[in-house]
Structure formats: C-alpha cells, structure tokens
C-alpha cells in the first residue's frame, strides 16, 4: 500500500505561480510512476505530468512550457511548479503512484487549486 498527501494549492491571480508537493509513504520502493491529474468541476480528471522512477517526464500539451514535475527521493517526494498560471487551470489536483508490477493505483485526496482572472 502507498498512502499519498498533497499540499500546495490555494488562490492565485493569473499569471502567478504556485508549487504542489506529494508525500510518499509505505511501500514506496516499488513505485514505478508518480504523477499529477487534475479535475475541473463538471470536466473528467486528466493527465497533467508524470515522471518515472528513471527520471523520465511527460506533460500534457496544455501545460508544456509552465509547469515542470520533480522529485525528491531522500523526501520522498514529488512537486509540481506551476507558472503562469490561467483561470482554466482551476481545478482540484490529484497525486498518483503507481506500480506496475502488482498493478497498484493509488491516489491523494487531493488539492484545490483556483486561478482568478
């Protein structure tokens, strides 16, 4: 099992910026993918960035250039910089870890973020 807690979001103006961070714990070792996904309120969850346990990193189109995914394996940690922020990156963010050799999925709670006009 891998418990998830993100931290990080609130309110900011357009243009601002904001950093998420996603706390690992448990059986961590065999995380292979840990990522961001991001649900706006009507609108399906989606990919926003992942990174691999190599270090490898992929981005959905909408945030290529503003947001960058990291980690920090002695914090056990992953953060997501967001810069340049637009209304239409409101939403409720998601940390995901997952593990491909026992199929393991597992997700935060979850952190607001809200990007003003």
């Known amino acids: 099992q891998v418990q998830l807690v993100e931290s990080g979001g609130g309110l900011v103006q357009a243009g601002g910026s904001l950093r998420l961070s996603c706390a690992a714990s448990g059986s961590i070792f065999s995380i292979n993918v840990m990522g961001w996904y991001r649900q706006a309120l009507g609108k399906q969850r989606e990919l926003v960035a992942t990174i691999t346990n190599g270090g490898s990193t992929n981005y959905a189109d909408s945030v290529k250039g503003r947001f960058t995914i990291s980690r920090d394996d002695a914090k056990n940690t992953v953060y997501l910089q967001m810069n340049s922020l637009k209304p239409e990156d409101t939403a409720v963010y998601y940390c995901?870890?997952?593990?491909?050799?026992?199929?393991?999925?597992?997700w935060g709670q979850g952190t607001q973020v809200t990007v003003s006009s």
């Open positions: 995901n870890a997952r593990q491909w050799a026992t199929f393991g999925n597992y």
